[in-house]
């Protein structure tokens, strides 16, 4: 396994690879302009050797597994600011100390850790007090505060919990899938926690969750608002076995707080319309992945090929096929996102600055696994999140866009992507995505090897002719009557 472990050595590291980058993508359009390739471009085709090309580094072991706001994640960045000014798109992110307008927007990032690993604690009548300490018999996934206490209720599906509980959930399939999610409804309805069994997927990660210091919202007060424990199979039958009203308390010494930053990538192609540059249609994906694990042994890269490198590429080889051709009648935004693995903390910076107006986006497609395909939907056929909560999906495959709804509704995907974010703003933003359920999810095997390179290329391929029209149309899409998020 090739690691780096000092930040000096990461930033030395990245910053030879951002040489060695530039002199290859140098000599590379050198060949290209001498053997007509750039131009072959220009048809808007997606080839499959450039795609291959972008994943092969940006899911690459070198890049380290992208980790959510480390120097890897910001190497991406670059690499993908690069490949952005090659396709004739505009940087539409910070200025630089010069003032010059640059790809990236900055992100800063109050983070606090426990100072020492958190302990649940509670007792019952005639026994001794029950301490439980994180990366042993628990685990913390999430947590708001450094102090959390509440009445312990054995919950069950179609109930409610009393207001301050501490739930204890015991999950079926569906919920497993979406913790995240069940986290939030419950802990919305007046829940105060919610402690749930191990599933396969944590206890696979056990070891490796369980040597790091969970970490708290920053002083900004943005972050999570979910409190979500695991529990040992053990200590979960320990808890059933308790009376509901028990009091649990989870609680830890919390460090000070420390700055750290995340990056996104923001581009533009502007309109040419003088009645409809105004409009601006956002293609979208997340740049960073898990990064490396720690406290088990073998393979611990997490490459993050189908999640998100697929995505990236998506938009990366849409801007080639859009700069290529005739300038499009609507101004064109792409966004790389940072920390989307990390509370989504890119698309929530870039909704609070914005290089244009909420209301002037009309559209916004996300990109997110698209690597392999789906075994629940036809050949060569992209799936839509949210598909029938506007109209912009099916009109894109009015267009042409192999797109149908999502086969998955059960998993809650529409909220699980940075598009949300935005619809919660009043953009139409959808996913887009043929991700069915493979076991690399989210594991350190979600690398090249899995990558169907065959069908991505045809899945983007898929999407450029719509696209085209989507950016040169005065098409607006609508939220579907009652149910815009």
């Known amino acids: 396994m090739f690691k780096i472990s000092n930040l000096k050595g990461r930033v030395l590291f990245a910053s030879v690879l951002c040489l060695v980058i530039g002199a290859s993508e140098s000599s590379v359009a050198q060949r290209q302009r001498a053997s007509g390739g750039v131009a072959a471009t220009k048809t808007g085709q997606v080839l499959e050797r450039n795609v291959r090309a972008h994943m092969e580094f940006l899911a690459s072991d070198a890049m380290q597994g992208r980790g959510s706001g480390t120097q890897f994640e910001l190497l991406a960045g670059h690499y993908i600011a690069s490949q952005l000014r090659q396709y004739g798109i505009e940087p539409a992110g910070d200025n630089d100390i010069t003032g010059t307008k640059t790809f990236i927007q900055t992100v800063q990032v109050p983070r606090r850790n426990f100072a020492a690993p958190p302990v649940l604690s509670f007792s019952t009548a005639g026994q001794e007090e029950r301490r439980w300490t994180h990366g042993k018999e628990m685990l913390v996934g999430q947590m708001s505060a450094p102090r959390i206490e509440g009445a312990l209720q054995k919950f069950r599906a179609g109930a409610k919990p009393a207001a301050g509980a501490v739930a204890l959930v015991a999950l079926d399939e569906a919920d497993a899938a979406n913790l995240l999610t069940l986290?939030?409804?419950?802990?919305g309805q007046g829940a105060r926690a919610v402690l749930v069994r191990e599933t396969p997927q944590w206890r696979a990660r056990w070891a490796a969750r369980g040597a790091q210091l969970p970490q708290?919202?920053?002083?900004?007060?943005?972050?999570?608002?979910?409190?979500l424990v695991f529990l040992s199979k053990e200590a979960f039958q320990e808890l059933e076995?308790?009376?509901d009203g028990t009091t649990i308390r989870?609680?830890?010494?919390?460090a000070p707080v420390q700055m750290s930053y995340t990056w996104n990538v923001v581009g533009v192609l502007r309109g040419t319309d003088p009645k409809q540059a105004s409009?601006?249609?956002?293609?979208?994906?997340?740049?960073?992945?898990?990064?490396?694990?720690?406290g088990s042994e073998g393979d611990q890269i997490y490459n993050g090929a189908d999640d998100d490198a697929s995505g990236v590429v998506a938009v990366l080889e849409l801007a080639r096929a859009l700069g290529a051709g005739v300038p499009p009648k609507r101004t064109v935004y792409f966004a790389l996102f940072g920390s989307e693995e990390a509370g989504g903390r890119g698309s929530q910076h870039f909704i609070a600055n914005s290089p244009a107006p909420l209301r002037s986006i009309v559209a916004n497609?996300?990109?997110?696994?698209?690597?392999?395909?789906?075994?629940?939907?036809?050949?060569d056929t992209l799936w839509l999140t949210g598909y029938d909560l506007s109209n912009l999906g099916a009109e894109l495959a009015r267009r042409g866009a192999r797109l149908v709804a999502d086969p998955h509704p059960e998993e809650r995907f529409f909220q699980r992507s940075d598009n949300y974010a935005l619809a919660t703003q009043g953009v139409v933003a959808h996913t887009v995505s043929s991700y069915g359920l493979h076991r690399e999810y989210h594991q350190p095997n979600d690398d090249l090897a899995h990558i169907d390179f065959a069908h991505m290329t045809r899945a983007i391929n898929s999407m450029v002719a719509p696209v085209h029209w989507l950016v040169n149309s005065n098409?607006?899409?609508?939220?579907a009557e009652g149910k815009k998020p």
């Open 183 to 187: 986290t939030g409804e419950l802990m």
């Open 216 to 227: 708290l919202p920053g002083t900004t007060g943005r972050g999570t608002n979910r409190n």
């Open 241 to 243: 076995q308790a009376p």
């Open 250 to 254: 989870i609680e830890g010494e919390a």
């Open 279 to 294: 409009e601006a249609v956002l293609l979208s994906a997340h740049m960073d992945h898990l990064g490396v694990g720690k």
């Open 365 to 379: 497609l996300q990109f997110e696994m698209i690597g392999r395909p789906d075994p629940k939907v036809a050949a």
């Open 475 to 479: 098409f607006t899409p609508a939220w």
